[in-house]
């Protein structure tokens, strides 16, 4: 038991000695580290104090570098702007040495215009003195000569007057004829050339259209099927397309008879795609037929457009290009419509270019100006008004809406073109064989040509000739003479113009014969 607490007791006691030494340990180690960190930190200090002393130094020169470069800077401006007073200072010596020296020549200048005053006021002095003796000296002369002449001097004065007004208005007169003459032959010269290098550069594809479509038939039992029982199949395409068909005894032919060309070409189609389906019955006249007005329509918009691009014309309203199109089934005069506004508007083109006009815009009223006639709905307006009021609906130029409405005289005209599209429209329709009119009213339009040419004074004969393009007028050379006779040939134009209607133009001549007779025996 002894033993083991000597043991413990010696444990023990190994254990404090080495709680002491090591503590002491410890604290050597720990007080060497912090005389070597203080000796460090002392170290960092140093070399901080002295960086910061190179840093002073360096921001002192720079600071000075600086200053210097400013004070250099402003001595510099301070110079030139020293340099700039002296310049201004010695301008404005100059400027004030001129000053003066004109305010002297300005001095003598005075003077100088006094001197001259004075002696243009002792010459004036003397022209007036000078003006009185004169109309002193006229005054007594004019006295001497009313005494010898027995006239006073307004007299003598309107007595020259009257005379040199006379022979003034009589070489006036003269002058003015001959420059009209003048102007008339080379106008006329130069019209004919444009209107005929026009009509050649123009090409015409057909002249005129019937009234009637003739539907050819393989046999006499096809015109059975398509009269039907009691002709009740006639009755019904009739009343479907609005045509009259004839059946008679032309062989293999059938006859649709229209004046509305678009009815007549539905009756015809239909009438084709009945006989190749071979059923015939009203139902099916009316299914046909209703198609067949739908692929019309659609015919007449791809019409419309084809023509507008064939002529080069953009813009157009879709509604306007629907209405060319129905152009196409249209006719005036046995002319068809569309191929007259192609014409004309082909002829505008060329006689805008002639003349050095718009003639793109030319080609558009020569293709537009009948578009009146080819509106759906009924209207008691003139074409040409109807036209006008369409292109007013529909935005066009205001020159397009002028020519449209005045191509036929309904307006005054406004623009060059518009006499262009009237003139052209009148030789698309007077062309040879480019309209077809009744004789009966053909014969009647020349007997009122020649009745109205007879209502004048003086007319002893008149005859229409030309087909009615010129109307040549015999007058008593005894009571009408040249004078009334140019303007009986202008009054005579004038009332056709108001009264008749005519395609083209009429040529009126009226002829004065003086005839002398004596006999020798």
Partial sequence: MSEIMTMLFT??????????????????????????????????????????????????????????????????????????????????????????????????????????????????????????????????????????????????????????????????????????????????????????????????????ENCVSVFNIESDEVKGKIIGREGRNIRALEAATGVEVIVDDTPEAIVISSFDPVRREIARLSLHRLVQDGRIHPARIEEVVGKTKKDIENEIVEIGERTVIDLGIHGLHPELIRMIGRMRFRSSYGQNLLQHSREVAKMCATMAAELGLNAKLAKRAGLLHDIGKVWHEEQELPHALLGMELAKKYKEHPEVINAIGAHHDEIEMTSMISPIVQVCDAISGSRPGARREMMESYVQRLRDLEDLALSFNGVEKCYAIQAGRELRVIVDSENVNDEIASKMSFDISQRIEKEMQYPGQIKVTVIREMRSVAYAK
Avoid: C, P
Avoid at 68 to 86: G, M, V
């Fill in 11 to 208: 444990d023990l006691l190994a254990l404090v000695i080495g709680f002491f030494v090591g503590r002491a340990f410890i604290k050597k180690t720990f007080q060497s580290k912090e005389a070597e960190a203080e000796v460090r930190a002392n170290e960092l200090l140093k070399n901080a104090q002295q960086t910061a002393e190179n840093v002073k130094k360096d921001k002192i020169l720079e600071a000075k570098e600086h200053f210097l470069k400013l004070k250099a800077e402003f001595d510099e401006d301070a110079n030139k702007r020293k340099s700039f007073i002296i310049q201004n200072e010695q301008k404005v010596k100059q400027m004030q040495q001129q000053a003066a020296q004109m305010l002297e020549q300005n001095k003598r200048r005075e003077t100088e215009l006094d001197t001259l005053q004075n002696k243009l006021n002792e010459q004036i002095e003397a022209a007036n003195k000078r003006k009185e003796e004169a109309d002193r000296m006229l005054g007594q002369q004019v006295e001497q000569l009313e005494k010898i002449a027995n006239l006073t001097a307004d007299q003598a004065k309107q007595q020259l007057i009257d005379a040199l007004k006379g022979e003034a208005e009589t070489k006036a007169s003269s002058y003015i004829k001959q420059t009209i003459e003048e102007a008339k032959l080379s106008a006329t010269k130069e019209s004919k050339k444009i209107i005929i290098e026009t009509i050649q550069r123009t090409a015409s594809e057909q002249a005129i």
